[in-house]
Nanobody, 123 residues
């Protein structure tokens, strides 16, 4: 079982940047991918980005390509999400979870979610 703690969210103006951190524990990290998901008010939770612990291959949803960068520090069991050129539509609670690719998309492996970290982008 993988447990995570997200941090780094905040309030920023459009065009600004934030760096989110996800400290993970439990499980065999090299055998899984880790992903960032987000949920805006009144909307379903959606996939944002994922990275493989081994190899470091990355994947992004189209709306954030070129603006967000997911990375990892295996020694610290930590995954990061560098968010640049933020837009108001990026406003959401961001969650980290072990991730798996299925049916052309990315999904959380763990059905239980943490508190996430709030990202608010003003116009």
């Amino acid at each position: 079982q993988v447990q995570v703690v997200e941090s780094g969210g905040g309030l920023v103006q459009a065009g600004g940047s934030l760096r989110l951190s996800c400290a993970a524990s439990g499980g065999t990290f090299s055998s899984y991918s880790m992903g960032w998901f987000r949920q805006a008010p009144g909307k379903e939770r959606e996939f944002v980005a994922a990275i493989r612990w081994s190899g470091g291959s990355t994947f992004y949803t189209d709306s954030v390509k070129g603006r967000f960068t997911i990375s990892r520090d295996n020694a610290k069991n930590t995954v990061y999400l560098q968010m640049n050129s933020l837009k108001p539509e990026d406003t959401a609670v961001y969650y980290c979870n072990a991730a798996i690719r299925s049916k052309g998309g990315w999904y959380a492996m763990n059905g239980y979610w943490g508190q996430g970290t709030q990202v608010s982008v003003s116009s």
